[in-house]
């Protein structure tokens, strides 16, 4: 029986906090621009600051930037964690990540009105630098808190245009006041958004996060033979885009045949030189390939590797940097067990549920018992700007979080 | 019987002058860099407006940057036009057009120190932006010279950074002296490399072309829909990426198809939003198609625009817009007979060739008796730093070009 089964979020003052933060960066389609340490990520992190010491916490700051909003507990125990993240992709979404942060700060919040005190203090986390768009690899901040990542090599991570994750941090003023992790940590909760259509499809109010995909990442550049458009015979040619688009369309029949729950996706691509009259001498791509089971993704990996060895006739060449390699991972499952048992006491729908995408919570479960809870989006869109959830799905989701959270804060 | 039987052009010379103008944007790999109207393109004018001054001749300038190097003749009748362009691909070779101004140049130093005079004028015209790379659409100042394409129009196209034609001209000191045209001309000769392979492949010294291929430019845009790589099924994807990779393959089918003589090519291609972990909602993307009879051209179109239509499924919509359509071009049959009895009496080999690429003499062919000679080039490429031709056969080129110049100017 649940110690105290009334108490549940107020959902109206969750939506507007999403309403408010999602101004920071919002962009005329509706969605959001705020990448990781630029000044909207700084503005961001300042109402946060603002909105946590309202609700009677301190804000602490790592040396990666992530914030630490702590509500002290009766006793002296490691803490439970709730945590997600405020930055988004440079054309995302409102909810991405900040559906997790908001609903912290709301059981912070319900927390403080109600006067609840917990036996473990309760720490909500923003997370730096989650999306990976403008810092590469994606979740740094946690990879660094969960030990996956050495701190030095966080901060000297560069963008695009060539700045220091290290400066950045400065240039937006954030002065760290706590060390990176190495607390104890009694467990790790994460609310976010599906990104995908099952939920919705299903009519199910939360899923219940059982594993998450395994990710091989590749660059390829692929070299042919640029010559001129108009006096090259078809056959005497060793164009880089035929061989790129024939690579393509191999790798959607490798990612439908695996699907559900496999992917197989090209998202970046560079042709050269890019001339309207000149066939293509060089293509750079990157490839994605997901699955949750580890022998399904190997021989995934291995029909690309045969598809990429068939393509190189002529003077066609592949080369191929393997950029990320994550292992399929399980969550918890005595977490899994408790979030259904509150899930049934609530009489919120749920269903098991893979992970597609990468969270911070894949990391936070390296460390400690880790859950992860999903909610439906619209149409599964996400890292787009017409990225959306109905109010009722945040409330149900913030509220199992709620219930989850002080179950565990109350742990002996 | 020919009026002027030893005379012929200085190979040496000519070899020299093609070495020392690919100097001027020379790039690592033996290429040239010397896009129209870039400061590069400025210093080669300027070295060409020296060599044709030092030569006897009078350099003008019409309005949109072409120079005429005049020679003046015996008695006031319309001039003989010997051209072609200094302008090069991004990573273009040392020879694409160069051969033919330089071959021209080479034919007034031969006059000027030979002292000969013929009745007619002659002049070498260096055709500014044949290439195309930059304004788009290639040719534009024969075009204009030939009253195909409306001055102010010329004048008004954007490269990609938005530089106007007009505003580019000015911005390396071209300052206009003569009117666009509006002469009447006695005939124009081009030579130029063949940028195809057959020539080497028969061991031929020169080609004479019958026709040009007819060419059909689109630009293409394709929407789909941005999402989340890792969480959104394969078969709920509108993958902008996908659809134009197989556009891309039935280009290669058709192509293929209606080869020799046609091609179809993407040149161009820009993926958004161009992010590893998100599935692209937009390509942008060029497409060349050419064949030299125009009902096969038309049916080619035809199907390139029934796989358009065909892939436009879920929310993947494909936008056209046109950007050329060049009707196949018939040379003249009377200058292409006397090009042959010249050949035949200086015991050059030849044979007649179809042009896959576009070339300022398709422009001058509405408004004069216009014939284009090919030389061979090593392996047929074109548009590439690795573009290259022998001493030998520039120099059988220009001989052909010589005594076909002077019987024209000496023409009553």
Redesign the interface.
């Known amino acids: 029986m649940h110690l105290r089964p009334n108490l549940g979020i107020d959902g109206d003052r969750l939506w507007s906090s999403l309403m408010e933060m999602a101004k920071i960066g919002g962009t005329p389609k509706g969605g959001c621009n705020r990448q990781a340490l630029t000044p909207e990520d700084g503005e961001a992190r300042a109402l946060f600051r603002r909105w946590c010491e309202a609700a009677g916490t301190t804000v602490r700051i790592d040396p990666l930037g992530s914030m630490f909003a702590r509500r002290e507990g009766l006793e002296d125990l490691p803490p439970v964690l709730i945590g997600s993240h405020l930055d988004t992709?440079?054309?995302g979404g409102k909810f991405d990540g900040v559906l997790g942060v908001m609903a912290g700060l709301e059981i912070l919040r319900r927390m403080e009105e109600a006067g609840i005190r917990t036996r473990r203090p309760i720490e909500v986390v923003n997370w730096t630098n989650e999306e990976?768009?403008r810092f590469a690899p994606?979740m740094l901040a946690s990879a660094a808190y969960a030990g996956v990542l050495p701190v030095e090599k966080a901060l000297d991570t560069r963008d695009i245009a060539g700045i220091r994750f290290g400066d950045a941090l400065e240039s937006i003023g954030i002065v760290p006041d706590r060390p990176l992790g190495g607390d104890k940590i009694a467990a790790y909760l994460e609310l976010h958004i599906?990104?995908?259509?099952i939920l919705e499809a299903e009519g199910k109010e939360v899923g219940l996060v059982t594993s998450g995909?395994g990710?091989f990442?590749y660059d390829a550049v692929i070299t042919g033979?640029?010559?001129?458009?108009?006096?090259?015979?078809?056959?005497?040619r060793d164009?880089a885009?035929?061989a790129?688009?024939?690579l393509?369309?191999a790798l959607?029949k490798i990612?439908?045949e695996a699907?559900?729950?496999?992917?197989?996706?090209?998202?970046?691509?560079?042709?050269f030189?890019?001339?309207?009259?000149?066939?293509?001498?060089e293509v750079r791509m990157?490839i994605?390939m997901?699955h949750p089971d580890p022998a399904v993704l190997r021989a995934m990996d291995q029909r690309f590797h045969e598809t990429v060895a068939a393509l190189q006739k002529g003077r066609i060449r592949i080369e191929l940097t393997q950029v990320a390699a994550t292992q399929p991972l399980s969550f918890d499952p005595g977490m899994l067990a408790m979030l259904r048992e509150e899930a049934d006491a609530m009489g919120i729908s749920h269903r098991n549920i893979i992970?597609?995408?990468?969270h911070d919570a894949f990391h936070m479960a390296k460390i400690a018992p880790a859950a992860l809870i999903f909610t439906p989006c619209a149409g599964?869109?996400?890292?787009?700007e017409a990225e959306s959830i109905e109010p009722h799905q945040a409330e149900a989701g913030a509220n199992l979080l709620m219930r989850a959270a002080l179950r565990l804060a109350d742990m002996p």
């Open positions: 992709q440079p054309t990976g768009c994606a599906e990104q995908g259509p995909q990710l990442w033979f640029e010559s001129h458009s108009g006096s090259t015979p078809m056959h005497m164009d885009l035929v790129a688009a024939q393509i369309e959607r990612g439908t699907n559900p729950p496999g992917t197989a996706t090209v998202g970046q691509f560079e042709v030189p890019n001339s309207r009259n000149v066939i293509p001498g990157t994605d997901r992970s597609g995408a990468g599964g869109v996400s890292h787009n």
